[in-house]
């Protein structure tokens, strides 16, 4: 498997580690799952960069990048990847890629930035709703997730950790514009993970489903031999999906 070439550019948010290869537009951006590197995209961005531009960064306190100094809401969160592509000299139009909490932003950079963004792919997404799940976790659950959390208040730049902002995020996408009417592909795990219970995970395969609603270019994809990381388990998925929404988005530019 082909491995990673790795830089670093200085923001005025902190410096950040990105990966930058292919040539042509749109320029396909990967947003990671919540405190994932930018090796979680290894078995896809090598088949991206032989159709368009790709850049696959590591947020504040992930990798190589820089702690964060303040809190990683949905805005600072994009803010950030919108310093990034400006530095990097990359212009629009962008697809964005977002697995898991990625998926939040770029749900919201699609709706603050809605001229700029030609498609978007939700993996496995994070969904606003998605926070009633805890609810149905069961009490053992809720439990090993509060006690995990307590963690993070030890170091320091942890406090600013995104996954403190989940809930703040969920209200900025709501406040925002609407979603664009863009090529939308919605790539599903079809697998429960494990220690979920069936009602939470019903609550995950219709919050799923609700994504179609963004936009009326939406398709749904079902990886059904994966859980949460299709892109690990069914990269050929993942690519296909990809693929078809840099397609259509460039049939919708060239109208």
């Given at each position: 498997?082909?491995?990673?070439?790795?830089?670093?550019?200085?923001?005025?948010?902190?410096?950040?580690?990105?990966?930058?290869?292919?040539?042509?537009?749109?320029?396909?951006?990967?947003?990671?799952?919540?405190?994932?590197?930018?090796?979680?995209?290894?078995?896809?961005y090598?088949?991206?960069?032989?159709?368009?531009?790709?850049?696959?960064?590591?947020?504040l306190?992930?990798?190589?990048?820089?702690?964060?100094?303040?809190?990683?809401?949905?805005?600072a969160?994009?803010?950030?990847?919108?310093?990034?592509?400006?530095e990097?000299?990359?212009?629009?139009?962008?697809?964005?890629?977002?697995?898991?909490?990625?998926?939040?932003?770029?749900?919201?950079?699609?709706?603050?930035?809605?001229?700029?963004?030609?498609?978007?792919v939700?993996?496995?997404?994070?969904?606003?709703?998605?926070?009633s799940?805890?609810a149905?976790?069961?009490?053992?659950?809720?439990?090993?997730?509060?006690?995990?959390?307590?963690?993070?208040?030890?170091?320091?730049?942890?406090?600013?950790?995104?996954?403190?902002?989940?809930?703040?995020?969920?209200?900025?996408?709501?406040?925002?514009?609407?979603?664009?009417?863009?090529?939308?592909?919605?790539?599903?795990?079809?697998?429960?993970?494990?220690?979920?219970?069936?009602?939470?995970?019903?609550?995950?395969?219709?919050?799923?489903?609700?994504?179609?609603?963004?936009?009326?270019?939406?398709?749904?994809?079902?990886?059904?031999?994966?859980?949460?990381f299709?892109?690990?388990?069914?990269?050929?998925?993942?690519?296909?999906?990809?693929?078809?929404?840099?397609?259509?988005?460039?049939?919708?530019?060239?109208?």
């Amino acid at each position: 498997m082909k491995s990673f070439s790795k830089n670093k550019v200085q923001t005025k948010y902190g410096t950040l580690e990105y990966s930058l290869s292919g040539a042509g537009s749109p320029t396909v951006v990967l947003i990671n799952g919540g405190s994932g590197p930018i090796e979680g995209w290894l078995r896809i961005y090598h088949d991206i960069a032989e159709m368009t531009r790709v850049v696959a960064y590591n947020r504040l306190g992930v990798g190589g990048s820089d702690k964060p100094t303040a809190s990683q809401h949905g805005r600072a969160v994009v803010n950030t990847l919108k310093e990034l592509l400006q530095e990097l000299h990359i212009a629009p139009p962008f697809i964005l890629v977002g697995h898991s909490l990625g998926g939040l932003y770029a749900n919201l950079f699609a709706r603050l930035y809605p001229g700029q963004t030609a498609g978007v792919v939700l993996l496995d997404s994070s969904h606003p709703l998605d926070l009633s799940i805890n609810a149905a976790q069961g009490p053992i659950i809720r439990g090993i997730n509060k006690l995990l959390g307590a963690f993070d208040a030890f170091p320091a730049h942890r406090k600013w950790n995104e996954v403190h902002y989940v809930e703040e995020t969920a209200e900025q996408i709501a406040k925002a514009g609407a979603f664009p009417q863009v090529p939308l592909f919605v790539v599903s795990g079809g697998k429960k993970p494990p220690f979920m219970p069936e009602s939470a995970f019903e609550i995950r395969r219709t919050n799923q489903r609700d994504f179609l609603k963004l936009s009326g270019q939406s398709t749904h994809l079902i990886a059904a031999g994966s859980g949460h990381f299709p892109q690990f388990s069914e990269p050929d998925i993942v690519t296909k999906a990809i693929t078809e929404c840099i397609k259509q988005a460039r049939a919708d530019l060239s109208m």
